[in-house]
């Protein structure tokens, strides 16, 4: 199983999360990233996600091969959408288990900020006043 993939449909964390379960865990830290109704102050209707898929994949695999080895964790996954999501939606997933919730909170952590600043993924906000503007990296 691949740690990171992208999404072009809503996704069920579930058995995401029971992947990442094992006997030498003790600990599972997990964020979900969800489409806000607000961007600086401006009103949010939807947005779109855009990703070059193939280089989003090897970078996102980069970033989990690197918290691997970077933090004391058992295991680790993310998953990004792509495509049109409304308000509310689960736009990125991360989850991480380890054997202390130390490693699992700081591994989960990283490994967001890190897709965030590195892979190539870009987000299209539509506001409500009618106006839309891409933006990258995520915000």
Known sequence: MK???????????APLRESLLDHRAGAYAGFEGRVRDRNEGRPVDSLRYEAYAALA?????RILDEAMRRFDIVQARCVHRV????LGELAVWVGVSAGHRDAAFAACRWIID???????????????????GWLHPDT
């Open 3 to 13: 740690r990171f993939s992208l999404a072009d449909a809503p996704f069920d964390i």
């Open 57 to 61: 994949e090897a970078e996102g695999e």
């Open 83 to 86: 495509g049109d999501l409304a």
């Open 114 to 132: 890190e897709v965030k600043a590195r892979v190539p993924i870009w987000k299209h906000e539509r506001y409500a006043d009618g106006v839309a």
